[in-house]
């Protein structure tokens, strides 16, 4: 039986201790339940726990599961298609995987229709591996230049990322590292529409690592649900 409850303590304390280590003085590391695959008894089980934030990263899924569950913050953290922004922009808080202009263009105009802003972070892609989404390092600060001009109901919030798997968590280090610096070079920056608060980095396998570059927001899921069933 997965313990969803003794799971996030322990996660908590991993969080607390990963904090000591990190460099940085994150006053607060965001625990996401990334709840994929879940069922609506599954998540209403860890806000029961604690939970504040959720994380999904389908458009269908969160729909499916709006109506069941409780009131908690929802965030879209998966590739989003333009056409279904429609469906989720009155839904989640937060979307992390902003990779385009076009997309925000149309993250823009659907917040604007709904009488919001909607915050926002860009997914960097370190590894530039062609299967992967996100936008590639050297195009970053152009993209959100270009946001901060053209999407006046986008706020840029920071950045997300998601290493390679890799057996060694030590492996991700180096790019978690690389993303932080980028991260710290916008702090510099002013503009109405950027709050560069949020560094979205560390799942179940690597967030010790994470919180140790850096990350304020970790997403996870295997280890507060146990291992998914089938994939996604
Ligand atoms: C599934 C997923 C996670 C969580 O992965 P776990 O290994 O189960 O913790 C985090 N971020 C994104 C974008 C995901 O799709």
Not at 122 to 149: C, M, P, R, W, Y
Not at 178 to 191: G, I, L, S, T
Request: proline share 3%.
């Amino acid at each position: 039986m997965i313990d969803i409850k003794d799971n996030l303590k322990k996660i908590q304390e991993t969080i607390e201790l990963a904090k000591s280590r990190s460099k940085e003085s994150q006053d607060k590391v965001l625990l996401l339940a990334v709840s994929k695959t879940r069922t609506a008894e599954e998540i209403n089980a860890a806000i029961e726990a604690g939970i504040t934030d959720i994380g999904e990263n389908k458009v269908q899924e969160i729909l499916e599961k709006w109506d069941h569950v409780s009131p908690v913050r929802w965030h879209m953290i998966g590739h989003l298609q333009r056409n279904k922004v429609k469906y989720i922009i009155d839904k989640v808080c937060m979307i992390h995987s902003v990779d385009s202009l076009k997309l925000a263009k149309e993250i823009d105009r659907r917040a604007k229709q709904n009488d919001r802003i909607m915050d926002v972070l860009i997914q960097v892609n370190v590894a530039q591996e062609e299967s992967k989404f996100g936008v590639s390092v050297g195009k970053t600060e152009a993209l959100i230049d270009e946001i901060l001009k053209l999407c006046p109901n986008v706020r840029v919030c920071g950045l997300m990322t998601i290493p390679p798997l890799t057996q060694d968590p030590e492996e991700a280090r180096g790019q978690f590292r690389q993303v932080k610096e980028m991260y710290d070079a916008f702090q510099n920056k002013r503009h109405e529409h950027l709050a560069f608060t949020w560094l979205s980095m560390g799942m179940s396998n690597d967030f010790p690592v994470a919180i140790e570059e850096g990350a304020n927001i970790v997403r996870i899921g295997t280890a507060i649900f146990g291992a998914r069933t089938y994939p996604t």
